[in-house]
């Protein structure tokens, strides 16, 4: 085939553009949204023929709800779909079409009836575009003359569109869609173990729909999943196939769950450690972070052991990419990560990984050409702060440290 001339060819590429903008909707998803809005939109019929005089007690359907009907049933995540857009958006669209048609004559009504009803849908944060089709609908009525009495926003418009989100809610619960559109908690800190890479609050993520005009597009809670996802996605990108067993830290020190306070603090002391794996014949119980044994020595009790303070975290699987836990390490809760068995909670320990692993191993992979090459480690004890290479020189006037449990993962 002979190409189109090259003048045809940014009309082409224009002309290319004007074609569909959407993805690909799964079929599955298609079939559900379809179906949703067919039932919904079928039983608020049925429910208006069973009425004795619909049309006299103002219960009867109208053309824009079809168009309240796809966003409630087939994008229940939009901000312009929620129960609060749906029903105040066309409300208040269909009262201002009516004042807008009391004050003026045609030609004029229509436009001005629509354009006052997507202001005041904005201003009260409403937005729904069946409720300018509302608007619309209201000023063609008046012009023909037989305007809608004052409680059309009411009776029809409010109680149908209140029945239909009604059973929007139903469907998509019963369908595993949320609906409606779930709210982030207020800002708190990330538990040990939350896989949510994303620690940015409900105000930052509605900044930044803000700032690129998307509020009516993408509501705060799925923009930040989606961060969380992308996040993760990029992390596990960057470190590729590399496992938690491959990065590590495999001699530890490790105490007992009848270690006393005194010793678990002289071994947090003399070796920098962070934290403390608590073992028991070579399996996990938990984990000894400095803030407890800071409290508990602050306390003045002394009569505490490991058992006492040690926290449950969670362990990983020794295969598991590594860039999945580059959100826990980046918490201000967990210094270190273990890493037993298949990942059991008090499986056989066999390593640890800490936050100075992850950023040797960050290091290597984004380091430029020229950038200064770190210290050879000689040791693997030295590899992070949780493992060090030996005691401590001994000071004159200190007593000598205990001497720790060693778990070594062969």
Partial sequence: MTPPPAPA????????????????????????????????????????????????????LIAPLGATAVLAFGLPNSPMA?????????????????????LTDPPLTQG????????????LRALHPPGAAIALFVSLEAEAGHPPDLWFPLMPVAVMT????ALAVLYNRLTGRVYPLRRLAPPAAPAPGSDRPSNLDTAALEGLLDRFNQSSNLGAADLGRMLAEAEELVAETRFGATRCDEVMTRVLLTVTPMTRLVQIAQLMGFHDLKSLPVVERGKLRGMIFQG????????????????DLAR?????????????????????????????EAGAPEGRLLGLITRTDVLMLMFHRVRL?????????????????????????????AKDAPAPDTASAR
């Fill in 112 to 123: 001005m009836a629509v354009g006052a009803a997507v202001i005041a849908m904005s201003s």
């Fill in 162 to 165: 209140g029945a239909l989100v």
């Fill in 312 to 340: 449950p975290v969670v362990p990983v699987a020794p295969d598991l990419p590594v860039g999945v836990l580059l959100a826990r390490l980046s918490s201000s809760h967990e210094q270190a990560v273990p890493v037993t």
């Fill in 369 to 397: 050409p020229n950038a200064p090459q770190p210290p050879e480690v000689t040791s693997p004890e030295t590899t992070s702060p949780e493992a060090p290479a030996g005691p401590p020189p001994t000071q004159p006037g």
């Fill in 292 to 307: 407890p044994v800071l409290r508990a020595l602050s306390e003045g009790r002394p009569g505490l052991r490991a058992r």
């Fill in 9 to 60: 060819r940014p009309l082409l590429r224009r002309l290319t553009a004007l074609g569909p903008a959407m993805g690909r909707i799964a079929q599955t998803e298609a079939l559900r949204a379809g179906l949703g809005a067919g039932i919904g939109i079928a039983i608020a019929a049925l429910l208006v023929t069973l009425l004795p005089d619909p049309r006299g007690t103002g219960i009867y």
């Fill in 82 to 102: 929620q129960p609060w857009s749906a029903v105040a958006g066309n409300t208040i669209a269909a009262t201002a079409a009516l004042i807008v048609a009391h």
